[in-house]
């Protein structure tokens, strides 16, 4: 996924050093593909040596990683489905970032699920995921 111009990215040196960075030109040449980027901070990390190298993070997101195949999708919305003592429970996830085989996930927000409709008692009701959860697969 290549991004446009003028999209902010994170550039992570060797020292785990992480700097904001934007694309300003992108060179196509047969199959090669070369990306400048111009930053403002830690310029001398770049300039000090010949040779560096670092990562390049195109997106970052916080939540739990779940398999595509434990989604289970109702009315515009995306559940999990966790076992808790021996029971089912449905639990409403909102997804962050998706790709083919994973899907990053988390809880709404109390504000996010009043915007949506929710009463506070429902919201006060509602499963949360949690660490250590035991996520079930769907089998299709």
């Known amino acids: 996924m290549l991004q ?7 550039l992570r ?16 040449e047969e199959n090669n593909r070369i990306i400048v980027f ?4 830690n310029v001398e990390k770049l300039i000090e040596y ?3 190298s670092f990562d390049i993070i195109w997106w970052s997101f ?15 919305l995306t559940y999990v489905k966790r076992t808790k003592a021996g029971e089912e429970e449905k639990i409403l996830v909102k997804v962050l970032r998706q790709n083919d085989t994973y899907s990053i996930v988390d809880n709404y927000t109390d504000e996010e699920l009043k915007q949506m ?10 499963s949360r995921i949690k660490l250590y959860d035991q996520i079930m697969i769907n089998k299709k």
């Open 13 to 28: 040196f060797s020292d785990s050093t992480e700097v904001i960075a934007e694309i300003v030109q992108i060179i196509e």
């Open 117 to 126: 409709g929710y009463s506070l008692e429902e919201i006060e009701n509602f």
């Open 50 to 52: 010949r040779k560096v």
């Open 62 to 76: 916080s939540g739990w990683k779940v398999s595509n195949s434990a989604l289970i999708e109702e009315n515009d």
């Open 4 to 10: 446009r111009f003028g999209n902010k990215i994170t």
């Open 38 to 41: 111009k930053i403002n901070k």
